[in-house]
C-alpha cells in the first residue's frame, strides 16, 4: 500500500511540474499581449476577453470539474498573468497621465506619514504589488485639536523621498494656501479633504495654482454635502483651469450611524449617479466610508462593480501600529485580495 501511495505522489510530481511550466508559457504569451496593448495604448484589462476564457472553460469541462472550481483557479491565474505589468520593460516608467488613463487603479498608503521606516515598508510592499500611486497624510485635519496632526513639513519630505526611491508618484492633502505654495513641486496629486469641499476660496486657489501645469486634483465629497453641491465644488478648480479633478467618495453621514457599526454610509450608488452626470473620473475611498478593516474588501468590490474608476484605500504593514485610523486600514496582503479584483 505505501508503495503504490508513493507511485501516486510521483506521479503527482510529474503533473505538477508540467502544471507550472504551462503557467510560464502561458505567462510569456500574456506578457506579449500586454507589451503590444501598451505600446498601441489599448487598455491592459478586458473583462469581456476574461469572461470569455472562464465560460469556455467551464462549458468545455462541465462534467469533468466543478465550474466554481474552474473559475476560482482561473481567477488566480489571470491575476498573476498581470501581476508584474508594471515591471516589464517600458512599463515601470509610465506617466502619471498613463497610470491615471488605466482604469481601474489604486491608491494605497497609510493614513498618515509616521517615520522612514514605516513609509519606506509601506511602499516597499506596494511597489512590489505594482502599485504606483503612494497616498500618506503630512497635514491632517482632526475634529479634536489634541489628536495627532501629522508630522506637516518633515511628513511630506519622507513622503517624496520614499516615492522617488520606489518610483511612485506622491498623493497627499494640503489643508491652506501656505502648504500649497510650500510643497507643491512635492506632490504630484493634491487631495482636498472633505472638510474643505466646502472652503470655495481654497477651491479656487487651488485651481489658479494648477491651471497651468494641470496637476491632477482629487476632491473628497464632504460628509454632509449633497451631489450637487459635490460637482458645484469641482467647477470652483475647474473654472479656474484646470479640468483634471477626480471625485473620491468618502461615505456621509446620516441617521444610520446611530446604529450602524459603519464610521459613514458609504455612497456607493453615487458611483453610478456622477458617471452619469459628469465627465469627471468617480473614485471611491472604502477605508473612511466603512471606518472597517474587515468591510473593506466587499466595499471595494462594490465599487467596482458600479464603475468606480479607482479606489483610494489605507494601508500599513502593521494595520494594528497605525498612529490614526488604524480600524480601518489593511495590510499588504489584504490589498493584494483587492488588487486580484481590480484586474481581473
Given at each position: ?68 472550481q ?11 498573468s ?169 461615505g ?19 458611483i ?36 468606480a ?35 481581473r
Open positions: 500500500m505505501l508503495n503504490n501511495i508513493e507511485k501516486l505522489r510521483q506521479e503527482i510530481d510529474r503533473i505538477d511540474d508540467q502544471i507550472v511550466e504551462l503557467l510560464i508559457d502561458r505567462k510569456t504569451q500574456s506578457d506579449g499581449i500586454i507589451k503590444q496593448k501598451v505600446n498601441a495604448q489599448i487598455p491592459i484589462y478586458d473583462s469581456d476577453r476574461e469572461l470569455d476564457i472562464l465560460n469556455r472553460l467551464k462549458t468545455k469541462f462541465h462534467d469533468r470539474i466543478d465550474s466554481f474552474i473559475e476560482h483557479i482561473f481567477g488566480d491565474i489571470l491575476f498573476y498581470k501581476i508584474d505589468y508594471f515591471k516589464f520593460s517600458g512599463l515601470q516608467n509610465l506617466s502619471l497621465e498613463k497610470i491615471l488613463a488605466n482604469t481601474p487603479f489604486i491608491i494605497a498608503g497609510p493614513c498618515t506619514v509616521e517615520n522612514q521606516e514605516q513609509i519606506e515598508s509601506v511602499a516597499q510592499k506596494l511597489s512590489n504589488l505594482g502599485i504606483r500611486l503612494l497616498r500618506g497624510g503630512a497635514f491632517k485635519p482632526r475634529t479634536s485639536p489634541m489628536s495627532f496632526q501629522g508630522l506637516e513639513n518633515e511628513g511630506i519630505r519622507l513622503l517624496k523621498e520614499t516615492a522617488l526611491k520606489y518610483d511612485m508618484f506622491v498623493v497627499s492633502e494640503f489643508t491652506d494656501s501656505e502648504q500649497l505654495e510650500k510643497h507643491y513641486d512635492e506632490v504630484d496629486i493634491i487631495q482636498i479633504g472633505s472638510r474643505n469641499m466646502t472652503s470655495s476660496g481654497f477651491l479656487k486657489q487651488v485651481g489658479k495654482r494648477t491651471s497651468k501645469d494641470k496637476k491632477p486634483i482629487i476632491l473628497k465629497r464632504g460628509f454632509a454635502s449633497t451631489i450637487n453641491e459635490f460637482l458645484l465644488a469641482s467647477q470652483y478648480i475647474i473654472n479656474e483651469g484646470n479640468p483634471n479633478v477626480m471625485l473620491c467618495l468618502r456621509i453621514r446620516s441617521f444610520e450611524q446611530i446604529e450602524s457599526e459603519l464610521r459613514y454610509t458609504p455612497d456607493l450608488a453615487s453610478v449617479e456622477l458617471k452619469r452626470n459628469s465627465p469627471l473620473k468617480v473614485i471611491f475611498d472604502p477605508s473612511h466610508a466603512t471606518g472597517k478593516a474587515s468591510y473593506v474588501y466587499p466595499v471595494s468590490k462594490a465599487a467596482l462593480e458600479l464603475g474608476d479607482g479606489l483610494m484605500i489605507e494601508c500599513h504593514v502593521n494595520p494594528e501600529e497605525s498612529v490614526s485610523d488604524s480600524s480601518q486600514t489593511i495590510s499588504p496582503q489584504e490589498l493584494e485580495r483587492i488588487l486580484k479584483l481590480l484586474i
